[in-house]
């Protein structure tokens, strides 16, 4: 899953929303219905429960069967949101309450980064830094064996994914630099498709700034560095050694296919980055590494990247020439595309408000209580993983949100250490991206790639699942001791 979700909409261009989706007829009357009939059986709640209640899950499931089934996932949220102020019988006045509390809340917050970072990114590609990354880690590779293009290919997604924090916005600046070297190189559709993709997941994953990270290590109370030596990091490594591994197979598997670009396809090499765009762009990673190792040291939370995300895109931008009006313009623009999202996580705060209210969990905790106090650390883990991975929907960062929501406070009753808490959220919210169904992360590279093997695309990000999960299980299991 990617910190940018992919709409699935037929003109995912032109639409305001980042959660469009578009639903067959017959989809769209079901969800209809269920949200009526989630509506009426909080009604019911409301005249029979009052308190801490077990109905106060009733939200949660909505939402969750709602957006499986294809709901925009705002729209969702809403309906979860009016099903809770119904149970939890609240009046205009205190719905007005809830509201503005839930502007100020953490979740909040993590939606107003995310469009922040989308600002940024925009000020990056207007500048020439990250076309600048692209071309600078190809210098060093480009020239060399075929297995060090590889590497340069997944280091210059990973780095360039890392510093915008978005997958699909990231690599659609490095296809155009990237895809005429690998394609004169002789490497397949699919074979370019696959290191970009490993590349560019390791990248999210490591991504200080992106919102599903700064989430989990909200959520965990940890810093980048723990974050990183728990989570993220593991992930970046295994995910470089297996691209060696993977894409010359995938290579050698998609050539007896002929699975090459065309001449037409190839195209010539975008030329080099605007003048000053290398001083601009060391000014931006110097900045930024200054940033993430001062939020280490000073044990920053989540508020930090509230000042450092807009100081990187003023900053950046005046190393680039831009005027502070375009600087302002381009961070606008940037930040308007995502806005949707903004509205999603202040929605999401005020649902989980709601349900605080309900205390649905307190009443769980009551019930079995004594049971989780004495079960074990690791199967919890493992079920919460697999829950996430398989059962919440949404982006990445709600995702995350949601699942301590509602498992945190289980998870800190059992003993679950903060590192076993990175690993079970960053699994959680990571997995989908790599299988075992398409994605739209997937569509999206493969799309960027000029590939048009789904099947390929599935085993790739097979060939990382699955060894990512023992990896994972390994870890849990010495944490969860």
Known sequence: MAESPAPQSAKPSQSSNAYDVALTPGRTRLVNVIAAVGVLLSIYAAFVTSGPT??????????????????DIVIGTIIALVSGLIIAKLPPLGIGTLMGESLA????????IIILGAGVGEVLKLTGVAETIVHGVMRVFGSKSKLAVILGVMLACLILVASLGTLAGALAIAAPILLPITARLGFTRSATASMMFIGGCAGLAMAPFAGSNVAIMDAADVSYLQFVLFGAGPLMILSLVLGLVIVPWMQRRTARQGDFYTEDEI????????KGAGRTTAVFLGLLIITVVYATIAAA????????????????????????????????RGAASLVSIFLLFWLLAALFQVIDKLAPFEVILELVGDNLASGSPFLFTIVISLLGWVGIPGATAAQVILLDKVFGDLAGTIGISAGSWIVVLLF???ADTYGPFPNGNMIGVMGLARSSNLKNMLITGWLLLVPACVMYLIILFFETR
Not at 54 to 71: E, F, R
Not at 306 to 332: D, E, F
């Open 105 to 112: 809340d953490q979740i909040t917050m993590i939606g107003l």
């Open 267 to 274: 195209g010539t090499e975008s030329a080099a980055p605007p």
């Open 428 to 430: 959680a919210s990571k």
């Open 54 to 71: 077990l109905w106060g899950l009733l939200p949660i499931v909505l939402y969750a069967v709602l957006c499986l089934l294809g709901m």
């Open 301 to 332: 939370d989540t508020t930090f990247p509230l000042l450092a995300l807009p100081i990187l895109g003023i900053v950046t931008g005046l190393a680039g020439g831009m005027s502070t009006r375009n600087i302002a313009n381009a961070m606008y």
